[in-house]
Structure formats: C-alpha cells, structure tokens
C-alpha cells in the first residue's frame, strides 16, 4: 500500500482540483457557468465588444457609451511603437517564434516605459495607464515584426479601425478588413479575455506577488501561455487539422494516433468535465467563417470528423482552442500568429488578475513534498 504522502503526492500532482487563492474576477466549471466579474460568457459574446470586455475586466464595471469611447480612445493612442522598440524588432530574427517577440517586446517595453510605483506604500499609480499601453501596442508590435520581416516595410500605425479586432486584421492584411471578420475577431477576444487561474494568469499573479512590476507579471504570463498544453494549443490544433485531406482520412489518423497514445491538441480541460461552454460560440463562428470563406478543403468537415471520433473513443471534447484554429485560419491569418492573438485578449484577464493581487497581497510560496535522499555522507573533491 502507498504511503500516505504519496498518496497525497499523486493527487495534488500539477495542483489538479487545488483551491489556490480567492478571485472575485472569473468563475469556471464551479457551478455558476463561465461568466466574468458576474456576466455570463454567452450575454458578452453575443451583444459586447472586446473593447467592453477588457474595461470591465479593468475597471470593475461595464462601461457606458461615453465611458467606452474615452477608452478606446485611448487604447488607439497606445498603439504606437516607440523607435527604440521597433530597432529591437528589426533585430530579431525572421525565424523567431512570434511568441518569442512579443515576450521580447514586452520586457523591451518594460525597459523604455518604466512602472514607478511604491512598494512599501503599496501605491501603483501608473497600473491602469501601462496596461492599456499594453493592449494597445501588442498588436502593433506583431504586424510590424510580421511585415518587416516578410516585404521589409516599416508599416506605420495609423489605422480608421477603432477596436483592437479592427486592427490587428487591417494591419496584417494592410486592407481594410471585412465586417464578418471584426466581428467574429470581438467574439474570439472575448472568449479568450479570462479564465480564471490558468496557468498563465497564475504565473501573473506568482510574479506580482513579489511586488515585481505589471511588465514582470505580463512577460512572464506570456512565457506561460506559449506551451501547447496552454495556449500553443490552437496552433498545435490547426497543424493537425492540416494534415488530413478528408473527414475519413481524419477519423482514421485520430485512431492511429489515439492507438499510440498521442495527446490530440485543442480536446480536453483541467477544469472542464464534459464540454468547454465557450466552443460552442466559436465552433459557430469557425462555420460561418468556412461559408464566407468556401472552405476549399474542407476545414470544417474535418474539425467535425475529429471532434467526433474525440468524443466515441475518449469522451474527450474540444476546448476553446480546437475551433479557434480553424476560424483563424478562415480569416487569413498565418497559424504562428495564432497564440499571439491569445495575448491580445488574455492581457486584459491578466491585469485584472495582477490588479487584484495587488490590492491584497501576500507572497505566493507553496511547499514541497522531498523526496530526495537523506543522511548521504560527504565526499570531499579529491574523493569524487
Ligand atoms: C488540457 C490538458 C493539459 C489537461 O490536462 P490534465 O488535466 O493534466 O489531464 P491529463 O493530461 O492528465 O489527462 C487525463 C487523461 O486524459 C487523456 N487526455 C487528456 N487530454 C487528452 C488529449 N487532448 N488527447 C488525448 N488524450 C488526452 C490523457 O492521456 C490521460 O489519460 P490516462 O489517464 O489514460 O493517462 C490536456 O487535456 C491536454 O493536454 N490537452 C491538449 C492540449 C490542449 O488542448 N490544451 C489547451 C487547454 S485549454
């Protein structure tokens, strides 16, 4: 029989079902449905946009009119591009994995817009200032590294489009996009905006709880976020809808590779049990998109052929990533930039997050369950 600590050691293994703090910003899988700050994911998702979303993560509240054109107003003057950041850009390398330049870009910007603030005061006058600079400059920081390094034009910021879904798309695109697209652009930003203690909003909060700055807590959530068992996740998912011609040719290549014990990218959740609630309003937009789009091959027929033969061998389902690939792909959008999008929309949860954590902080220290040797005697440097 295992020992009591093992036991304990295998059901806390990556803190599966552990309650790690308190947050009044998100619940997920808890009995109340997916909602932020108490509005249901479905009633934001069908009637907001991002811009909403992203103040009512902020700020506590929905906004009103006057409230939501004043910020984005703002978040428009944040997406320009200090020249010392796009030197930086133009430097690294064309090969990088975009995740890789906007994490650089993050903490370049951290170098170039210092956050002061009061630790022993806990003051943070300059919180909500740095983190609309942030929303507001990550796209911008991808579509200039993007066109830099694929035609080498210096692209410049200025754009008519007032939301960050308006754009991302016109500025990868450098046209203006289609009305379809920005919407369902909102819809994705808001299912992506938070989730509660992932594990990328988790690292946010670990990182200000050392009272580091907002650059510290965002950079290192990117790093977070980057692994397919996060949010790599939609860009693992379009790369294996990719490889199949046919739904049939998909249904055999998921058994293939369910029979050697692959994990299938963008199907199951730590938290979630029998479906993400948030696949259903993508999976919808990933069909229109393939309508608008003709789907010429085949796409969507094929994510259906996958999630169902998910579903008969494993009860697995798809999670938000799965149709989020395929909706992206349907807009024109290269798969490498697909986890960047992520952060377009998550910094807004990770602030809040970081917010939150600041305004009643305590360290994040856990403890750890040895299990290394004991008692080994010393051996001295000529004996080794
Ligand atoms: C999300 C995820 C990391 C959750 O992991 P978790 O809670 O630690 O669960 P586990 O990885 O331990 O999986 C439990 C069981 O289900 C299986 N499983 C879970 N997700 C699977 C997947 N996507 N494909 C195949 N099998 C999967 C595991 O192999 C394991 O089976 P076993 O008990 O026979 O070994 C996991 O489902 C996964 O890796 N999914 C793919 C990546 C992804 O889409 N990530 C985005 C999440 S929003």
């Known amino acids: 029989m295992a020992a009591p600590t093992e036991k304990v050691a295998k059901k806390v293994g990556g803190l599966a079902g552990i309650s790690a703090g308190e947050s009044a910003i998100c619940t997920c899988g808890t009995g109340h449905g997916l909602n932020y700050r108490g509005y249901d994911i479905y009633d934001l ?123 991302f798309l016109e500025s990868l695109h450098q046209k203006e996009p289609k009305e379809l697209w920005v919407k369902a652009m909102h819809a994705s930003l808001i299912l992506y905006a938070e989730h509660e203690f992932n594990a990328s909003t988790f690292t946010a909060r670990v990182i200000t709880a050392t009272m580091s700055d907002v650059y510290a807590g965002i950079t290192g959530a990117i790093g977070a976020l980057r692994g397919p068992l996060h949010g790599g996740a939609n860009e693992a998912a379009m790369d294996l809808i990719e490889e199949f011609k046919t739904p049939e040719q998909a249904t055999q ?10 994990k299938i990218m963008g199907f199951g959740h730590r938290v979630y049990v029998e479906k993400d609630p948030r696949n259903v309003v993508i999976k919808k937009w990933s069909k229109r998109l393939g309508e608008d789009v003709k789907d010429t091959k085949g796409l969507y027929p094929i994510s259906e052929a996958i999630e169902k033969v998910m579903w008969d061998q494993k009860k697995l389902f798809p999670n938000l990533d799965f149709y989020s690939a395929s909706a992206y792909h349907f807009m024109g959008i290269p798969t490498p930039y697909f986890t960047p999008i992520f952060i377009f929309s998550r910094t807004a949860g990770w602030l809040a997050h970081i917010f939150e954590q600041r305004g009643n ?17 010393f051996v001295p440097m000529d004996k080794r």
């Open 45 to 167: 998702a069908e009637h907001c946009e991002f811009e909403e979303v992203a103040y009512l993560l902020l700020k506590e509240k929905l906004p009103n009119k006057a409230e939501l054109e004043s910020f984005k107003k703002e978040l428009i003057a944040a997406r320009s591009l200090p020249k010392e950041l796009k030197e930086v850009l133009k430097l690294l390398p064309k090969d990088a994995h975009p995740m890789d330049i906007m994490r650089t870009a993050c903490s370049t910007l951290g170098c170039l817009e210092r956050e002061e603030y009061d630790v022993f005061k806990a003051s943070f006058p300059n919180q909500q200032k740095i983190g609309i600079r942030l929303l507001g400059i990550f796209p911008s920081v991808l579509t200039f590294w993007h066109h830099y390094h694929t035609s080498g034009k210096e692209i410049n910021t200025e754009s008519k489009q007032d939301s960050i879904a308006g754009y």
């Open 253 to 262: 290549g998921i058994l293939d590779k369910l029979a050697r014990k692959d």
């Open 361 to 377: 902080n305590k360290l994040i220290r856990p403890s750890s369950q040895y299990t290394g040797p004991d008692n080994k005697a």
